[in-house]
């Protein structure tokens, strides 16, 4: 099928240009100027809105398998669809967790109902690193050093120096003492893979990143919950503004910040980690928040709000998750890329509200927040998933690496 989005401005090459962009069996065909069109099946008028790479979230928690009643790849891909997500790279905590090459393929069966494109990080265990290599076409090794849902906790250092070198590039659950233990481990031991910190939460953690990011090959991630919330939303939402890393000092949330606009924040993702609002009231209820479909609203917002610019959303939220994870033919509006676009409404005005989620959990910590600028149209190698409300089920694929 054949696809042209015309009247819109794409963000090309750093800047919003006026372009009519044609798509043919999945792929950007041609980029055309504004006044040329060309024959085709179908045709998206993009007037008064602009075209953006789909954004790839390279951390989510989709919950399958085992923890179902949570979420699945069907209806947290439609989640991620409708805010404008066109990748998503899955972690391995799940029931059973992601640390043979045999539970890989089982997930990779499992992911095959997404609507949005899809990958994974493998999990590390003790005694495992011939499973590391068996491994195929995985975005990274995801090292736990902290307790978090699923038990892959490890603090054996001799594992961890051969995961390090055995693995091109380790995902790590980042808090406080673990960034400054696992960067010592790599420079002690000369290790050049490189190292990338998930959901880094606080000041503190940000500068001892920043100070080391020269040393070695480190990026770092950071998450709308933690941008846009600090730890006195707690104190009003209870259990739903719980995660992990938890949230931080008012301080902490404007150092992130700093980190974005100074350049030491590379990606912004997630973390989307869906639980039923029953197990959230629970006495011991679990960490994680939902926010697949939050995080573009909020980043939009944000801009309109003069906080950050467009080219640094694109940046953060497609290009360098797609430079970092090395994923082919993906994060940027280029002939011959895979078509997989967000056509987003700057001036769009709605109010987040959980009746209106795609996600199985059914709710979001931002509830009531009115934010100004919406994905309308989410395209996935050329197909319309998202279109205003509606959403088409047709399967995606699985990313490839090495670009």
């Not at 959980?354 to 959990?361: I, S, V």
Request: with cysteine.
């Amino acid at each position: 099928m054949s696809l042209l989005i015309k009247n819109g401005k794409a963000f090309i090459n750093g800047e919003l240009i006026e372009k009519n962009i044609f798509i043919n069996n999945g792929k950007i065909k041609k980029i055309l100027p504004k006044n040329k069109t060309t024959r085709t099946d179908n045709i998206i008028d993009a007037k008064n809105k602009i075209i953006l790479p789909g954004l790839i979230d390279c951390h989510v928690h989709f919950r399958e398998p085992g923890l179902t009643h949570k979420g699945d790849f069907f209806t947290e891909s439609r989640a991620a669809a409708k805010g404008g997500v066109t990748t998503i790279l899955d972690m391995p905590n799940t029931i059973p967790p992601t640390i043979t090459a045999k539970l890989l393929e089982q997930k990779r069966n499992l992911a095959s109902k997404s609507v949005v494109n899809y990958g994974f990080h493998f999990g590390a265990s003790v005694g495992k690193i011939n499973e590391v290599k068996k491994a195929k076409n995985i975005a990274s090794v995801k090292l736990y050093m902290d307790y978090t849902t699923g038990d892959l906790k490890i603090d054996e250092h001799d594992y961890i120096v051969d995961l390090l070198k055995a693995s091109r590039i380790t995902a790590l659950h980042a808090e406080e003492g673990n960034i400054k233990n696992i960067i010592d481990i790599l420079i002690n031991n000369k290790i050049k893979n490189k190292l990338h910190f998930c959901h880094v939460s606080s000041e503190s953690e940000l500068a001892i990143a920043t100070q080391n990011k020269v040393k070695s090959s480190i990026s770092v991630e950071v998450t709308p919950h933690h941008l846009f919330m600090n730890k006195k939303d707690v104190e009003r939402l209870g259990p739903y503004a719980e995660m992990k890393p938890r949230l931080k000092s008012e301080k902490d949330r404007k150092a992130l910040w700093e980190g974005i606009k100074n350049g030491i924040v590379d990606v912004i993702a997630t973390d989307h980690a869906p639980h039923l609002m029953e197990e959230k009231e629970n006495p011991e209820y679990p960490f994680g928040v939902p926010g697949l479909e939050t995080m573009l609203p909020l980043l939009l917002d944000a801009f309109n709000n003069k906080q950050i610019g467009l080219k640094k959303i694109v940046e953060l939220c497609a290009e360098n998750p797609s430079r970092i994870f090395r994923i082919k033919n993906k994060g940027y509006i280029r002939e011959g890329f895979d078509a997989d676009l967000t056509v987003v409404d700057l001036s769009a005005v709605k109010e987040v509200k959980k009746k209106e989620l795609l996600t199985k959990c059914g709710w979001s910590p931002f509830e009531g927040r009115k934010l100004k600028g919406w994905p309308s149209t989410t395209i996935v190698r050329g197909n319309i998933i998202y279109d205003n409300g509606a959403i088409n089920n047709i399967k995606a694929m699985e990313v490839e690496y090495g670009r």
